[in-house]
């Protein structure tokens, strides 16, 4: 394995004024082999880790014998001293950041001040499945920072790191917010009950997570991390399962079309309709109606989807 260490010779870094190097950013591109970071070296125990982990990308976290998997989309918060190594499978994509304890709030407003210090008191490593929007936004921010850290004569670098930084710390503390925020009205059973009356009424209206937070009353991060905590999936995974098992009802009990069944479930185009249920349900549209007829007519049960319900 390729041993990549995350210090100054890795991590660009930047020195404030008056104190040690507080930030330092990279961007992992997909490379051939795996790679490794060294989280309890001299140089790195200090900071506090945030990965921002890609689509399918792979990546484990050691510590004292034990290894904690991770997969992408995700975001994770690694605290100062809670792992020894970061690995990062060959093939992924990601971001890291790095923030030192105590000391990365000086490039905060007042404004986030909450944030900072909820986050940089934690004790424990925080990973939550990503809604793929999330961290596209979180990775580009990183990235966004990595690129001022490596021009820091740059006018306005330090102004555009702080705004960057604090994006990503609002939004990350967000996920992680108690059910008592003031965005939510009512429990969390009571939240996910309206959002499922929600996705009832419209899933064929082809509404985005955005969409349904706002119908909420919410914003898109609490109701994926609400969804996420409670329910083990992501709102969009929800969305999607709940048209692919009315596409699937759907094939079997009616003699539409799989164009008039895509239509009707706000497809405009019948081939990536097509697609989207091959993926979820593993074969296409037509070969799962032939299947349902042919196991109907031997006495069979018909082909299902194994999609638990909701709580």
Not at 59 to 83: K, M, N, Q, Y
Not at 171 to 200: M, N, Q, T, V
Request: charged share 25%; proline share 6%.
């Amino acid at each position: 394995m390729r041993r990549a260490v995350a210090d100054a010779e890795r991590v660009p870094i930047v020195a404030p004024p008056n104190g040690p190097a507080a930030i330092g950013a990279e961007v992992i591109v997909s490379h051939y082999e795996p790679r490794r970071w060294s989280l309890d070296s001299r140089a790195a125990r200090p900071f506090i880790h945030l990965l921002c982990l890609h689509g399918s990308g792979v990546a484990d976290i050691r510590r004292e014998g034990e290894r904690i998997a991770l997969s992408g989309p995700a975001i994770v918060w690694l605290p100062a001293g809670c792992a020894n190594y970061l690995d990062v499978a060959a093939g992924t994509t990601a971001e890291l950041l790095r923030l030192k304890s105590g000391a990365w709030h000086r490039y905060l407003p007042p404004s986030a001040e909450a944030a900072y210090l909820a986050l940089d008191r934690a004790d424990g490593i925080m990973a939550l499945p990503g809604d793929p929007d999330l961290v596209t936004t979180v990775s580009r921010s990183i990235a966004a920072i990595a690129t001022e850290i490596a021009t820091p004569a740059r006018s306005g670098a330090a102004s555009i790191m702080s705004a960057e930084l604090t994006l990503i710390a609002l939004r990350f503390w967000r996920l992680f917010a108690s059910d008592s925020d003031p965005e939510e009205e009512g429990s969390s059973a009571e939240i996910l009950s309206r959002f499922r009356s929600l996705l009832e009424e419209r899933y064929h209206q082809q509404l985005r997570v955005a969409d349904y937070a706002s119908l909420l009353g919410m914003t898109p991060d609490r109701l994926h991390a609400l969804c996420s905590r409670e329910l083990k999936r992501s709102p969009s995974a929800l969305i999607q399962q709940r048209v692919v098992r009315e596409a699937a009802t759907r094939l079997e009990a009616s003699t539409a079309t799989v164009k008039q069944i895509a239509f009707a479930l706000g497809f405009k185009d019948t081939a990536y309709f097509s697609r989207f249920f091959s993926k979820h349900a593993g074969e296409a549209p037509g070969a799962w109606r032939r299947r349902a007829g042919a196991r109907g007519a031997m006495g069979r049960s018909k082909p299902t989807l194994n999609f638990a319900d909701w709580p």
